[in-house]
């Protein structure tokens, strides 16, 4: 069975570009999140999709950041413009049951920002 | 808001020596589940304990959940190379949110 895939593994970018993340999920997991870990610091949850609907998005930096997940199978993430303070691993995770039960974690996709 | 605190944030040990890594939150917590994620790598869950005063063995890992439900901790007996990595605790945010808040995590690194 396949894992919880992500790219691009590492995306490196300008101040004010855009850049979308792709996350596929374990097939027929329903429940999806963005988290990302900042240099040093603890990892920090951003958004929870149960399958194409926004669960959760309280963790959400601000409105430059756009997750969608149509269709309840893959998920994007979307910084635009992307800002210095952006960089990090963002890391999608992917759960069969809701609960808060076992995560299943991506590889991630490191963004650096100059 | 809800924190998770883990301590120590970094630990360098010889192979073969003990390790522990304690995590503290400040609100209780109605499960609490343990992730490593090697170098360069990404989190891999370990276990979840959800019981007052729960104790988990895996191998050389054994898991605590402390009596009130607001600290636990991992250690891991007679290092080996292979568990270098970085150990994070994470707890569900209080109100049945499925979000974990996640501690800063314990980097061990073994001399071997």
């Known amino acids: 069975e396949a894992g919880v895939t992500q790219f691009p593994s590492h995306s490196v970018i300008e101040k004010g570009q855009t850049v979308t993340l792709r996350c596929d999920p374990i097939s027929g997991h329903d429940n999806l999140y963005w988290y990302r870990r900042v240099m040093g610091k603890e990892i920090k949850f951003l958004l929870h999709?149960?399958?194409?609907?926004?669960?959760?998005e309280s963790g959400m930096p601000n409105n430059r950041f756009l997750a969608e997940r149509t269709g309840g199978t893959y998920s994007t993430l979307k910084v635009q413009p992307a800002e210095l303070e952006d960089s990090g691993v963002y890391f999608c995770?992917?759960?069969?049951?809701?609960?808060?039960?076992?995560?299943?974690f991506g590889e991630g996709s490191r963004l650096t920002v100059l | 808001g809800q924190q998770v605190m883990q301590i120590p944030q970094y630990q360098h040990v010889q192979e073969g020596e003990d390790f522990t890594t304690y995590c503290n939150s400040s609100?209780?917590?109605?499960?609490i589940q343990w992730y490593k994620q090697r170098p360069g790598g990404h989190p891999v869950f370990l276990i979840q304990?959800?019981?007052?005063?729960e104790v988990k063995k895996q191998k050389r890992l054994t898991f605590q959940f402390g009596e009130a439900k607001k600290n636990s901790s991992l250690h891991i007996t007679a290092t080996q190379t292979t568990d270098v990595g970085t150990y994070f605790c994470a707890g569900p945010i209080q109100g049945g949110s499925e979000k974990l808040v996640f501690g800063k995590g314990t980097k061990l690194t073994v001399n071997p």
């Open positions: 995770a992917s759960s069969l049951q809701r609960g808060a039960g076992e995560l299943f």
């Open positions: 304990l959800v019981k007052s005063g």
């Open positions: 609100t209780t917590l109605s499960n």
């Open positions: 999709f149960v399958k194409e609907s926004k669960q959760d």
